[in-house]
């Protein structure tokens, strides 16, 4: 099982609609990822926030807007999406403050499909 | 720019076989970390290296981290069908921030 949730597990959306995705984690790390993972390929990372505050933002679109409520929580608005946005997104943590640092607990994920 | 070359992409094997994926990295890594992604499943951490010349062995897995830290291997010893996903490696580069690297990964399917 893992300890980082992810909700909602699967989400389709026209590219109309405002959604969002969430993740929680009570392991009491400090750092907390969003990254985008494309069939067959690598994660590819979007967001990083370390003690909730927006350390790395790797050039995503506006259509995609993070935000970290407090240490346990992180959400994924979505906004006016394209299809080739659908993809799994991942949400991590991990202990340490810097990405790579140690290691990073990937939560199950949300299946995102832009129709 | 940084990245991390990983091979090779798929790898298919028969039950027993020996399997390796090979990561290397054109300039020399903070450390390197190992993740495994079974399919249709989210990517698990393995391992992480951070010594030069570093191995790390965890039951039939055998890791190691090249004495100049630009390179890293998987090894997995006597293949079961239990061991079928995709195997990540991860490099660390330097800075402030850090910026870990994923590999493209590999592919592992095994043949009962």
């Known amino acids: 099982d893992t300890e980082v949730t992810q909700t909602p597990k699967h989400l389709v959306m026209g590219m109309t609609n405002k959604k969002s995705l969430k993740c929680e984690q009570h392991?009491?790390?400090?750092?907390m990822y969003w990254y985008k993972q494309k069939a067959k390929k690598p994660p590819e990372l979007m967001f990083v926030?370390?003690?909730?505050?927006?350390?790395i933002n790797e050039s995503v679109p506006s259509r995609f807007s993070p935000e970290c409520p407090n240490s346990s929580l992180l959400n994924l608005h979505l906004h006016a999406l394209q299809p080739e946005d659908s993809a799994l997104y991942l949400c991590?943590?991990?202990?340490?403050?810097?990405?790579?640092?140690?290691?990073?607990?990937f939560g199950e994920g949300s299946r995102l499909t832009v129709l | 720019g940084q990245q991390v070359m990983q091979i090779p992409q798929y790898q298919h094997v028969q039950e027993g076989e020996d399997f390796t994926t090979y990561c290397n990295s054109s300039?020399?890594?903070?450390?390197i970390q190992w993740y495994k992604q079974r399919p249709g499943g989210h990517p698990v951490f393995l391992i992480q290296?951070?010594?030069?010349?570093e191995v790390k062995k965890q039951k039939r897995l055998t890791f190691q981290f090249g004495e100049a830290k630009k390179n890293s291997s998987l090894h997995i010893t006597a293949t079961q069908t239990t061991d079928v996903g995709t195997y990540f490696c991860a490099g660390l580069y330097g800075g402030s921030q850090g910026n870990l690297i994923f590999g493209k990964g590999t592919k592992l399917s095994v043949k009962p």
């Open positions: 300039t020399t890594l903070s450390n």
């Open positions: 290296l951070v010594k030069s010349g």
């Open positions: 991590a943590s991990s202990q340490g403050r810097r990405q790579g640092t140690g290691e990073l607990f």
């Open positions: 392991m009491g790390h400090r750092a």
């Open positions: 926030y370390s003690y909730e505050k927006l350390s």
